[in-house]
């Protein structure tokens, strides 16, 4: 069993922006789209250091992959074992966001964060939960 993959305030939000971006000009795009973000997001739950450590931030615990055009950039936490997803962004920021730090609110707040835990969670719930149907 792989470590659970959690989606911190701030990813949800990323995610959230992508999706509405998207939908403006295919709402079906947009929800595959999204699904596939989140499936990038569960992938790295079996091997969590296949990611590169992101070259801004230099912390060997801070990683991304890619997907498309977008990096997903998260944490990798020992005892207890998780992974907090912390921010979807476009390649073509060359810098990772700012909020993107060691040992960051991910790390010291967890308990206290309000997530989505991806594994165990119902797929169906999950997915329903992108922002394309909130659209006008």
């Not at 998260?74 to 810098?95: I, W």
Request: a neutral charge.
């Amino acid at each position: 069993m792989g470590f659970p993959v959690i989606l911190t305030p701030q990813a949800i939000e990323d995610l959230g922006g992508i999706v509405r971006r998207i939908a403006i000009d295919s709402p079906d795009r947009a929800r595959s789209f999204g699904n596939a973000l989140l499936d990038a997001a569960l992938a790295i739950d079996p091997f969590p250091e296949r990611g590169r450590v992101v070259p801004e931030v230099s912390d060997p615990a801070v990683r991304e992959v890619l997907h498309g055009d977008y990096r997903i950039i998260y944490e990798v936490h020992r005892n207890p074992d998780a992974v907090y997803v912390l921010r979807y962004c476009s390649l073509a920021a060359l810098k990772a966001p700012a909020a993107v730090t060691p040992s960051g609110p991910a790390r010291k707040s967890a308990g206290h964060l309000r997530t989505v835990v991806l594994r165990g969670m119902e797929p169906a719930a999950l997915r329903s939960s992108l922002p394309v149907e909130q659209l006008p």
